[in-house]
């Protein structure tokens, strides 16, 4: 009976070590408010989330590789779209309160 428990437990187990290689991304923290931000803060939130948009193309393609579930990348991939569209919201902001 025990063995028959092993071979179950590794089975289940065996998609999670599919997608052990394939680290998600942390998205950046919160987004700098475009009404009262600095430059140096909207080009950090900037470089931020360019980084994060690479991690994230890193990570589906990693998915991808792996025979992992689309459903993983995809959520990635829309958490960087949800993100920039955001960012790109303050940025407006932003060049409104400085002119620009």
Known sequence: ???LAILCTIVAATPLC???DCVEPTPPGDLPSGATA???EM???QTAIKG????VGAFAECIRKDGGPASK???AVRSVE???AKFNAELRT???RNGG
């Open 43 to 45: 080009l950090a939130a």
């Open 52 to 55: 994060y948009d690479v991690a």
């Open 38 to 40: 600095t430059r140096q």
């Open 73 to 75: 990348a995809d959520d």
């Open 18 to 20: 599919a997608l052990a």
């Open 82 to 84: 949800r993100i920039a």
């Open 94 to 96: 932003f060049k409104q």
């Open 1 to 3: 009976m025990k063995p």
